[in-house]
Protein backbone atom coordinates (compact mmCIF):
# COMPACT_ATOMS: atom_id res chain seq x y z
CA UNK A 1 0.00 0.00 0.00
CA UNK A 2 1.58 2.89 -1.27
CA UNK A 3 0.88 6.14 1.34
CA UNK A 4 1.15 10.02 0.55
CA UNK A 5 2.06 12.86 2.35
CA UNK A 6 1.12 16.02 0.90
CA UNK A 7 2.97 19.31 2.29
CA UNK A 8 2.64 23.16 1.29
CA UNK A 9 0.75 24.63 -0.06
CA UNK A 10 -2.09 28.18 1.44
CA UNK A 11 -2.18 31.51 0.98
CA UNK A 12 -1.20 34.06 -1.55
CA UNK A 13 -2.03 37.04 -3.51
CA UNK A 14 -2.19 37.25 -7.44
CA UNK A 15 1.31 36.86 -9.07
CA UNK A 16 2.85 34.94 -5.71
CA UNK A 17 4.42 31.87 -6.02
CA UNK A 18 4.01 28.90 -3.70
CA UNK A 19 5.35 24.98 -4.05
CA UNK A 20 4.04 22.03 -2.97
CA UNK A 21 5.68 18.27 -2.64
CA UNK A 22 4.67 14.82 -1.52
CA UNK A 23 5.90 12.00 -0.38
CA UNK A 24 5.54 8.63 -1.27
CA UNK A 25 6.11 5.89 1.00
CA UNK A 26 5.55 1.77 0.48
CA UNK A 27 6.19 1.66 -3.18
CA UNK A 28 7.83 -1.19 -4.77
CA UNK A 29 6.78 0.33 -8.06
CA UNK A 30 9.99 0.47 -10.37
CA UNK A 31 7.82 2.18 -12.95
CA UNK A 32 5.59 5.17 -11.99
CA UNK A 33 4.33 8.17 -12.57
CA UNK A 34 3.83 11.18 -10.04
CA UNK A 35 1.70 14.23 -10.25
CA UNK A 36 -0.30 16.74 -9.19
CA UNK A 37 -4.19 17.21 -9.78
CA UNK A 38 -6.27 19.73 -8.11
CA UNK A 39 -10.32 20.23 -7.77
CA UNK A 40 -11.91 23.70 -7.68
CA UNK A 41 -15.27 24.27 -5.99
CA UNK A 42 -18.36 22.88 -8.36
CA UNK A 43 -15.80 21.66 -10.92
CA UNK A 44 -14.59 18.40 -11.91
CA UNK A 45 -10.97 17.30 -10.95
CA UNK A 46 -8.16 17.97 -13.78
CA UNK A 47 -4.73 17.10 -14.05
CA UNK A 48 -2.37 19.97 -13.92
CA UNK A 49 1.24 18.16 -14.29
CA UNK A 50 2.85 14.88 -13.76
CA UNK A 51 6.14 13.37 -14.07
CA UNK A 52 7.04 9.88 -14.78
CA UNK A 53 9.54 8.03 -12.93
CA UNK A 54 11.99 8.76 -16.29
CA UNK A 55 11.61 12.13 -15.86
CA UNK A 56 8.70 12.57 -18.69
CA UNK A 57 6.79 15.65 -17.50
CA UNK A 58 3.17 16.44 -19.06
CA UNK A 59 1.51 19.76 -17.88
CA UNK A 60 -2.30 20.99 -18.73
CA UNK A 61 -2.21 23.79 -21.23
CA UNK A 62 -3.37 26.35 -18.22
CA UNK A 63 -0.07 26.04 -16.23
CA UNK A 64 2.56 25.64 -18.84
CA UNK A 65 5.14 28.12 -18.19
CA UNK A 66 4.31 28.87 -14.79
CA UNK A 67 4.21 25.60 -12.73
CA UNK A 68 6.86 23.14 -12.82
CA UNK A 69 7.16 19.48 -11.70
CA UNK A 70 9.89 17.88 -10.62
CA UNK A 71 10.79 14.93 -9.04
CA UNK A 72 13.59 13.09 -5.96
CA UNK A 73 13.29 9.30 -7.58
CA UNK A 74 16.09 8.55 -4.29
CA UNK A 75 13.34 10.06 -2.01
CA UNK A 76 10.41 9.22 -3.75
CA UNK A 77 8.85 12.91 -3.45
CA UNK A 78 7.20 14.99 -6.13
CA UNK A 79 7.35 18.57 -5.90
CA UNK A 80 5.42 21.25 -7.77
CA UNK A 81 6.58 24.96 -7.75
CA UNK A 82 3.94 27.51 -8.65
CA UNK A 83 4.60 30.72 -10.23
CA UNK A 84 2.81 33.74 -10.99
CA UNK A 85 -0.17 32.44 -9.50
CA UNK A 86 -3.31 33.74 -10.80
CA UNK A 87 -7.30 33.50 -8.74
CA UNK A 88 -8.42 30.67 -10.94
CA UNK A 89 -5.63 28.31 -9.58
CA UNK A 90 -7.55 28.20 -6.80
CA UNK A 91 -8.31 24.56 -5.55
CA UNK A 92 -7.55 21.41 -3.50
CA UNK A 93 -4.45 20.22 -4.95
CA UNK A 94 -3.95 16.42 -4.88
CA UNK A 95 -0.96 14.18 -5.00
CA UNK A 96 -1.52 11.76 -7.36
CA UNK A 97 0.82 8.42 -7.52
CA UNK A 98 0.22 5.60 -10.28
CA UNK A 99 2.20 2.41 -10.06
CA UNK A 100 2.65 0.72 -13.41
CA UNK A 101 2.82 -3.06 -13.94
CA UNK A 102 0.54 -4.88 -16.24
CA UNK A 103 -1.90 -2.26 -14.81
CA UNK A 104 -1.82 0.83 -12.88
CA UNK A 105 -2.47 1.23 -9.39
CA UNK A 106 -3.77 4.65 -8.57
CA UNK A 107 -3.11 6.52 -4.87
CA UNK A 108 -4.26 9.50 -4.05
CA UNK A 109 -2.82 11.94 -1.10
CA UNK A 110 -5.57 13.80 1.22
CA UNK A 111 -4.91 17.33 -0.69
CA UNK A 112 -4.20 20.54 0.03
CA UNK A 113 -5.99 23.79 -0.11
CA UNK A 114 -3.88 26.42 -2.64
CA UNK A 115 -5.81 29.97 -2.48
CA UNK A 116 -5.22 32.52 -4.47
CA UNK A 117 -6.22 36.34 -3.98
CA UNK A 118 -7.23 39.21 -6.63
Known amino acids: QVQLVESGGGLVQAGGSLGLSCAAS????????MGWYRQAPGKQREMVAT???????NYADSVKGRFTIARNNTKNTVYLQMNSLKPEDTAVYYCKFAGITWRTYDYWGQGTQVTVSS
Open 26 to 33: GSAFIRNT
Open 51 to 57: ITSAGIT
